[in-house]
């Protein structure tokens, strides 16, 4: 879940949206510490546990009903997201604008873990669940990121864009119509995967964008970055380096000067940071990897050779040297005793 403040805009759509449905501001602002007159004032930012709070006062309101995040969702357009958004329709190929949206996301409103990798045809987004204890809330605000993202990419890329592929890791409901609640783009989801996932046909990255604008998306881009040294020092430097090692691609990670280049801070400046909050960039890479390691080792199909790959490591011998360094078992033996339990 990501840490930073954020802008008014998503909660603002939401309370929108319940509105239409009957609901009253007081209602879906109950308890959150907002109100309309904060949330009007573009300069004013929010919790993500704020917005939370707003959500399942809506899901209350609503009885809890299946696909409200779809519905929800499809209404983040790109001018949801304000300069961020004009920065990805300005961008000169879909493929900038992912890379764009890739860096900045923690600017976007979304509350679950969201990665991307290729395979030889398809572009691939995840989205990891967050840790939350009410099942619906989890439920909502997976149905809401991946629509919102499917909604950005479609306005991006056109009215031609269509997905590949839609997996959620929950059960099929068994009421079929809950079942038949949910869709994204048209595309109804294949249930019990290894991930929630988007996947869409990786040839569309190279098409050229109607709208580009170079010196649009410069101002976007410096702009953004500007709102992110703002509201770095208020979550932590170190939890916005977390936020992006868990968003990074597994395989190779990134050295000290690329993330510090990808949080747009200097080299001395984040080594500086950090170690003010106690701590280190390689110490927060451990903790990433060995946590990423634990995820992948829960996963029956995976291999241990393939988990060492998809870390980065050479071999199977040094991820097992280092997994012991870090859990004190090696990968194997910490399997078998999941298992067993």
């Given at each position: 879940m990501l840490e930073l403040l954020r802008g008014p805009a998503s909660a603002l759509l939401m309370v929108d949206f319940g509105r239409e449905r009957g609901f009253s501001p007081a209602q879906l602002l109950a308890g959150s510490g907002l109100s309309l007159t904060r949330l009007a004032d573009p300069n004013f930012e929010l919790s993500c546990t704020q917005e939370l709070r707003l959500i399942n006062n809506l899901l209350n309101l609503?009885?809890?009903?299946?696909?409200?995040?779809?519905?929800?969702?499809?209404?983040?357009?790109?001018?949801?997201?304000?300069?961020?958004?004009?920065?990805?329709?300005?961008s000169a190929t879909v493929g900038d604008a992912l890379q764009l949206a890739l860096r900045f996301l923690p600017l976007t409103y979304a509350v679950t873990r969201i990665a991307y990798h290729e395979q030889p045809s398809l572009g691939i987004l995840t989205f990891t669940e967050p840790a939350l204890a009410d099942d619906s809330l989890r439920d909502f605000v997976i149905e809401r990121d991946m629509a919102a993202a499917a909604v950005l990419l479609k306005e991006i890329a056109g009215s031609e864009f269509s997905l590949?592929?839609?997996?959620?890791?929950?059960?099929?409901?068994?009421?079929?119509?809950?079942?038949?609640?949910?869709?994204?783009?048209?595309?109804?989801?294949?249930?019990?995967?290894?991930?929630?996932s988007l996947a869409f046909d990786r040839s569309l990255l190279s098409r050229p964008l109607p709208q580009a604008n170079a010196v649009t998306v410069s101002m976007c881009e410096q702009m953004c970055a500007q709102l992110m040294e703002r509201r770095v020092p208020r979550a932590g430097t170190a939890n916005l380096v977390r936020q992006y090692l868990n968003i990074t691609p597994l395989g190779a990670p990134p050295d000290l000067p690329s993330m510090a280049s990808l949080i747009n801070l200097s080299e001395r400046t984040l080594k500086r940071r950090l170690h003010e909050e106690g701590t280190s960039y390689r110490h927060l890479l451990e903790q990433s990897r060995s946590a990423a390691a634990l995820e992948l080792l829960g996963d029956p199909t995976l291999k241990l050779t393939d988990i060492a790959e998809k870390l980065g490591y050479s071999d199977l011998s040094s991820f097992s040297q280092t997994f012991k360094r870090w859990y004190g078992v090696s990968p194997r033996t910490y399997r078998h005793a999941s298992k067993a339990t």
């Open positions: 609503s009885g809890h009903p299946q696909g409200l995040g779809y519905q929800v969702g499809a209404r983040y357009h790109f001018s949801t997201y304000g300069l961020f958004g004009y920065g990805l329709i300005s590949a592929g839609f997996t959620l890791k929950k059960k099929r409901p068994v009421d079929q119509a809950a079942a038949s609640a949910g869709s994204i783009l048209g595309m109804r989801p294949d249930y019990l995967a290894d991930s929630n």
